[in-house]
């Protein structure tokens, strides 16, 4: 199973996309309780990162076709209406 998810940083208004096969594992590096980048968008903006979305694939294609449609403009208006920003 592979995810598609949206964190984000609601002291500094910023969210991340991204996908894994470990939403847990990988929150957790979002927040640095586990190694990650020293230069990751997530480490250079810290603080406490909250999933705000998820979807769930059974193929990383998948998961990967719909990250990149989510980073897209028409992907982040939709995101905006589901989160009420």
Do not use: C
């Not at 949206?6 to 309780?33: A, F, M, P, S, W």
């Amino acid at each position: 199973m592979y995810y598609v998810y949206v964190i984000l940083n609601e002291i500094k208004d910023k969210i991340y996309i991204g996908y894994t096969g470990d939403i847990d594992q990988r929150l957790k590096r979002h927040n640095g309780l586990l190694p990650t980048k020293q230069r990751s968008y997530t480490k250079i903006n810290n603080g406490n990162w909250k999933i705000a979305y998820k979807e769930s694939y059974n193929t990383k294609a998948e998961a990967l076709r719909r990250e990149k449609y989510l980073k897209s403009h028409h992907g982040r208006d939709f995101l905006k209406v589901i989160m009420g920003r």
